[in-house]
């Protein structure tokens, strides 16, 4: 497969950085139905912000940036699916609350169409399965999700086998105030610890290491978004601020020092209630944007 799919991509872009050897993971969108824009659908936790009921899906297309990437970032850019299907497959009661888990489809383009030789474009899919734990104050999002930093997720070759968010009030992925994000700007301070494994029979030794991530979430002035297929939204604006650094547990160096994430790294989420996320732009300069929406 000639894509990578980085262990959420903040972490692959550290991790090239780190040198290692990560294996990793447009076309026409048709409307979205006009029904579901608006309806006041009542999902888990009571969270206006992303609707998690049973079925609700969201399907998202790619569309052109307003900058075009940094060129010290070219290099870490994952490929960019064509096309991202998220569907809640279930809402459950667990630890502290409630667990909604979803089904992350996306669709990449292996290898163009080739018009002289009449041959179509080869497609594989990725499916992720993430999870949203939620309370009435607070949507814990895994880092696998692209809700999480607006950036499509899985991974091979590599499992988290700790992941950890400091233990404070405000510290989450999305702090929710009567179910939509407020004004207020919070936290979310991760470590992770991961450990990787070929995909393939292979004698080679891929080192564990450790993931520190910090977050800062600032609500931003609302914007009007409007979508390809014509709806017009007023949506809340959130940007992300995050730091990281990855520390081997077998470096290749004997003064080896930690590899940084990249300075300014800031991603954009717009959010409607009682629709979702219907816009986001992270720093590979992948712009995404709700192209159709199916709420119970």
Request: glycine letters at 8%.
């Amino acid at each position: 497969m000639p894509y990578d799919q980085g262990p959420m991509r903040i972490l692959s872009g550290v991790l090239a950085l780190a040198a290692l050897a990560l294996g990793a993971p447009d076309s026409t969108f048709a409307a979205p139905k006009k029904a579901a824009a608006g309806k006041p659908t009542v999902g888990a936790c009571g969270a206006k912000v992303l609707p998690l009921v049973v079925g609700n899906q969201w399907t998202y297309s790619p569309i052109a940036a307003p900058q075009p990437i940094a060129r010290e970032l070219e290099k870490l850019a994952p490929a960019q699916p064509k096309q991202i299907v998220i569907t809640v497959k279930s809402v459950e009661p667990g630890a502290g609350g409630t667990v909604a888990t979803l089904e992350e489809k996306m669709t990449y383009e292996v290898t163009p169409a080739n018009a002289e030789k009449k041959k179509p474009a080869v497609m594989a899919e990725v499916i992720v399965k993430s999870t949203i734990s939620c309370s009435k104050d607070r949507f814990d999002i895994s880092p696998d999700s692209f809700f999480f930093n607006a950036e499509p997720g899985g991974y091979r070759e590599l499992a988290f086998d700790k992941f950890e968010r400091a233990k404070a009030p405000n510290n989450t992925s999305w702090k929710l105030t009567n179910g939509t994000i407020g004004e207020a700007q919070w936290g979310e301070d991760i470590v992770a610890h991961f450990t990787r494994t070929p995909a393939k029979a292979s004698n080679a030794t891929m080192s564990a290491g450790k993931l520190e991530i910090e977050r800062r979430f600032t609500p931003l002035v609302p914007e009007t978004v409007v979508t390809k297929g014509g709806l017009n939204y007023k949506a809340e604006k959130l940007a992300i601020v995050t730091t990281g650094r990855i520390t081997l547990d077998a470096p290749v160096s004997p003064n080896p020092a930690q590899s940084e994430l990249p300075k300014g790294w800031i991603n954009t989420i717009w959010m409607v209630d009682n629709v979702g996320v219907v816009q986001t732009l992270n720093m590979y300069a992948h712009m995404y944007q709700l192209t159709d929406v199916q709420l119970k």
